[in-house]
């Protein structure tokens, strides 16, 4: 992995969808951004944790960041109440 300074990613919201739909919508944003861009899908589909990682493996992409995200005061809850992944991607070319 890289040491390089994260730059601030893009966030894809997928909580509350469940498989493939955060994978999709990864893919779909992916498809207008440049290599080099930054993107962070939160779900809370726990099969994300895996399925975005191999997603980023076959297109090209490094994955930055695999974490569960705290919720903060200010933050509103995910949809279903559960845990959300975030799992961060640098785009390759």
């Known amino acids: 992995m890289s ?3 994260l730059q601030s990613p893009e966030v ?3 909580r509350g969808l ?3 739909l955060p994978v999709i919508r990864l893919a779909a944003v992916a498809r207008d ?3 080099g ?3 962070t899908v939160w779900s809370t589909d726990p099969a994300a944790r895996h399925d975005v990682p191999a997603w980023a493996r076959m297109r090209g992409h490094v994955v930055l960041e695999n974490t569960v995200v705290e919720t903060g005061e200010d933050e509103s809850p995910p949809p279903d ?3 959300t992944w975030a799992v961060t991607v640098r785009l390759g070319g």
Do not use: Q
Request: net charge negative.
């Open 33 to 35: 951004r440049s290599p």
């Open 12 to 14: 894809v919201d997928a």
């Open 37 to 39: 861009d930054v993107l």
């Open 18 to 20: 469940r498989c493939p």
């Open 3 to 5: 040491h390089e300074p």
């Open 81 to 83: 109440g559960g845990t």
